[in-house]
Structures are given as structure tokens and as C-alpha cells.
């Protein structure tokens, strides 16, 4: 059942333990597997083929075998025949495009931040600088002569 628009992947779940039983499959598929996609309406699908994106993580290692553009909300029935060894397949979206959007707004909010942070203490020292030259001089009465100096004369 797919609720929302977008790009669904069918992911091949090569390394992983599911249901109690360890796959430990090769990340290719192998030959003569057919796979379609169908819509809540009996439409087939068009399957892209996509073995770009691939994850390993704690809980197994998966790779994309391609995707599908998906309209609407609907029921997707998929269907998987081969003769090869069993495998473990997932349908969804991809986790990766999520995870590349929050590095990159990280990375850019780090950037703008640490920017913002430069640019504060480049004014806060100017600011400084400023305050200690004036300090250091003395003031001129209305004349434009500086006041005498006091002290011991030789």
C-alpha cells in the first residue's frame, strides 16, 4: 500500500536475518528473474532499472535493482519469479536522497552560521581596536593646544 506520490525502489536484501534465517546472497541478481509491478487498478507499472544505490548497515546490506513512479495512493502488487536461490526483497522510498538533503542543509547551516560567527568577532575586534586608540589619546581642549605637562623640570 503506497499512501503518498513519489519514486519506490525495490531493494534487493543480499546480507541480512529475516524471520529467524541469516541471507548471505551475492548483490547481483542472478539471470532469469522476472519482476512487475502492477497498481491498485491492474495496471503494470514500469520498472526503471537502478543498481546505483547500495547500503550497508548493523542490520544487513541491501541494493537497489530499479524503481517505479508512483501517481498516487494505491495498492502496488509485485511479483518476483525466478529460479535462482531465495531472497529477500524490499518496496519503498529511498532512505538515501533523505539522508543527502540533511547533510547538505547541515552543511550549509554550518556554513552560514560559521560565517555569521567570522563576521561577529571580525567586528567585535575592529570594535576593540577602535576603543583602544582613543583611550590612548588626550584630549585637546576647544583651542587645539594640548594641556601642559606637569612634572619635575631639569
Do not use: C, H
Not at 105 to 125: E, N
Request: glycine residues 16%; neutral net charge; aromatic residues 12%.
Amino acid at each position: 500500500e503506497v499512501s503518498e506520490p513519489g519514486r519506490y525502489y525495490l531493494w534487493n536484501n543480499y546480507r541480512m536475518v529475516f524471520e529467524g534465517e541469516s541471507y548471505n546472497r551475492s548483490e547481483e541478481l542472478p539471470d532469469a528473474y522476472q519482476i512487475s509491478f502492477r497498481d491498485g487498478e491492474g495496471r503494470e507499472l514500469d520498472l526503471v532499472g537502478d543498481l546505483s544505490i547500495t547500503f550497508n548497515g548493523t542490520s544487513g546490506s541491501r541494493r537497489s535493482i530499479g524503481y517505479v513512479e508512483i501517481g498516487g495512493p494505491t495498492r502496488v502488487e509485485i511479483e518476483v519469479v525466478g529460479s535462482g536461490d531465495r531472497r529477500v526483497f524490499a518496496f519503498g522510498r529511498s532512505y538515501f536522497w533523505g539522508a543527502f538533503r540533511s547533510v547538505g542543509l547541515a552543511m550549509v547551516l554550518g556554513f552560514v552560521l560559521g560565517s555569521l560567527g567570522l563576521g561577529l568577532m571580525i567586528w567585535g575586534f575592529i570594535r576593540l581596536a577602535q576603543r583602544n586608540g582613543r583611550s590612548g589619546e588626550t584630549e585637546r581642549p576647544p583651542g587645539g593646544e594640548p594641556p601642559p605637562i606637569r612634572g619635575k623640570e631639569r
